[in-house]
């Protein structure tokens, strides 16, 4: 009896350790990840803190929101630290960058620290959203290795997450501080650092075994984290509706976690169905792959065969990196260099396209506080709009993901059109902001928080398909560095600036001057009007450029893009697909699953 037991807890060892050296739990570890990865999203709700705290002005404030962008989405030095030093070395910098960052925020605006220059700020900003791009290149990076035939589901999952993480993280934070905005600075220091450093081990690159179920997986993660994006916009409303108890923030707070955690649950269920495959006895005729060899043709001699020259091969042959072959990049779908991709029209028009896209929706979003507050919208209805941009921003991350590879596989759909189409859709949340009625702006955060989490799926996956996987941790984070120049000059140049514009002309009309006011305060229809009329304009703009490679790509997607890698993994996936198409092991999974 007791060597029974002690087989059984040697077993249940094994097993859990199968459980966390695999793929899935691996998945599961990112999503908790990226739950952490969107502090940047909810700057619209401490933004009034730090501006009251440190009497900025509203240009000013926009300057603070251009490097949080800035930091958010300029990922090249994380991009290239991953490609030389190994996965867990990037998420500890990016969760020391996280907490340093935030933490000395926190310090500055409750006067434990003497007011800090607006440059400081501008820096500790910059870093604290920096580190979101450091967990972005660890995870996205290596989950795109491990599952590569299923980039598009994956990766609209991995990013909805993050789109997800700014609602997920007010949730907690009110069940933990309450409302306190200052507080809520200081959460968001240290708990995307504690996730990142828990799971640092866990997030690497894993020898691609492809499973002939994997979508029907994914599809099963997706529908866990539907139900979060639905039980939070519930839990929204009702906050809205009611004033919540700290026991209810507690118990909501509950059933979200219950919910991030419920993927471990798949996890282990897919494993338990490895382990009992792996457990049973090989049947030698399961596993036998022939090939069938092409038959020769007959010849007269067939005792001397016939060996090419070598030679003209070997002149022929070029280093791979030489400067000669930075304008001649290789096929689409192929690894291109560094500098390949970066040179190419393709990444051009991807730079263009984010510049009018993220650049105007990230103004929009950081905008959100005071454009609720110059259109007389209460606080906690203020804080309801970030929260929905948080789930639409969700919704249009796991939307072009999923939907634009089942467009693609089925009607080899491209996805630079849907790039299109999602720009053309902000135009109108731009316009309901610009030209306002009672209780337009929840439709205008929803629609700009759809196309602005669309958008950046989609980015990542088509860099993903068009320039390979080799540099892929470089090139992606390369593709949004022209997000902040883009929200630099609209939220910053155009916005703040035409914002103060219109709130010195109010104080004018109250016979005040700057210096009487506190504040630089504008209210009413007109603070926003002419500059989201500028930013439809340019969101238009960008859906046209993207129509360019919809021309230029139209062939390459026409093709079947993920042949490489089915062709890279045939004998050991051939062994799992013989594997999993047993009658036993459908049963086992049907009632598993």
């Not at 007959?298 to 304008?327: A, G």
Request: a positive charge; charged letters at 15%; proline letters at 4%.
């Amino acid at each position: 009896m007791e060597s029974a037991k002690g087989n059984d807890g040697v077993k249940i060892f094994h097993f859990a350790a199968q459980v966390v050296r695999g793929r899935w739990f691996m998945m599961f570890a990112s999503f908790l990840i990226m739950s952490g990865a969107g502090a940047s999203y909810v700057f619209g709700i401490y933004s009034s803190q730090i501006k009251k705290s440190l009497a900025y002005d509203q240009k000013t404030l926009n300057l603070l929101g251009f490097f949080k962008d800035l930091g958010a989405v300029v990922g090249v030095i994380s991009g290239l630290m991953a490609e030389v030093t190994p996965t867990w070395f990037v998420l500890l910098v990016g969760a020391g960058m996280n907490f340093g960052g935030y933490f000395m925020i926190w310090l500055a605006v409750t006067n434990r620290i003497s007011k800090p220059k607006v440059w400081h700020m501008c820096v500790y900003i910059c870093m604290g959203a920096n580190s979101q791009a450091f967990a972005n290149t660890g995870v996205l990076v290596s989950c795109v290795k491990n599952f590569p035939e299923s980039r598009g589901t994956m990766l609209g999952l991995l990013k909805g997450f993050t789109g997800l993480s700014g609602a997920i993280m007010i949730q907690i934070y009110l069940a933990v501080y309450g409302n306190d905005s200052k507080s809520l600075i200081l959460f968001i220091g240290w708990l995307p650092a504690a996730i990142s450093i828990f799971f640092v081990y866990t997030i690497r690159t894993i020898k691609t075994v492809r499973q002939v179920n994997e979508t029907r997986i994914f599809y099963h993660y997706l529908y866990i984290s539907v139900a979060l994006a639905l039980f939070i916009m519930v839990i929204i409303i009702i906050q809205k509706q009611m004033t919540f108890s700290h026991a209810m923030y507690i118990a909501s707070t509950t059933v979200v976690s219950v919910l991030l955690f419920l993927p471990l649950a798949i996890a282990i269920r897919e494993e338990l169905v490895l382990w009992k495959l792996k457990k049973r006895p090989t049947n030698p005729l399961a596993t036998i792959s022939v090939e069938q060899q092409p038959e020769l043709p007959v010849t007269e001699s067939l005792e001397t065969p016939v060996v090419p020259p070598s030679k003209p091969l070997q002149i022929l042959e070029k280093p791979k990196n030489s400067l000669s072959n930075i304008f001649k990049p290789p096929e689409r779908g192929e690894d291109y260099t560094i500098t390949q991709g970066l040179l190419s029209i393709d990444m051009l028009i991807i730079f263009f396209s984010t510049f009018c896209g993220y650049g105007t929706n990230l103004t929009a979003i950081d905008n959100l506080g005071q454009i609720g507050e110059s259109l007389g919208y209460p606080a906690l209805a203020i804080g309801t709009f970030v929260s929905l941009v948080s789930i639409w921003n969700y919704c249009g991350r796991v939307f072009a993901g999923f939907v634009s590879e089942i467009l693609l596989v089925k009607l080899k759909f491209p996805r630079p059109l849907m790039i299109s189409i999602v720009l053309a859709f902000s135009c109108i949340g731009h316009m309901l902001i610009a030209f306002p009625a009672p209780g337009s702006l929840y439709f205008a955060s929803l629609i700009i928080g759809f196309s602005y989490g669309a958008q950046l799926a989609l980015n990542l996956i088509i860099i993903s398909e068009l320039f390979g996987l080799k540099h892929y941790a470089t090139l992606f984070n390369w593709g949004q560095v022209a997000s902040p120049l883009g929200s630099y000059l609209f939220n910053v140049r155009v916005t703040g600036v035409l914002y103060d514009k219109e709130a010195l002309k109010q104080l004018t009309r109250k016979g005040m001057t700057r210096g009487e006011s506190k504040e630089l305060t504008c209210i009413g229809k007109e603070c926003y009007r002419l500059s989201f009329i500028i930013l439809a304009a340019v969101s238009f703009l960008g859906a046209l450029s993207t129509l360019v490679m919809v021309m230029r790509t139209r062939k390459f997607y026409k093709g079947d893009i993920y042949k490489k890698f089915r062709d890279d993994s045939g004998t050991t996936k051939l062994e799992m697909a013989s594997a999993s198409s047993s009658n036993d092991t459908r049963k086992t999974n049907e009632s598993m699953g």
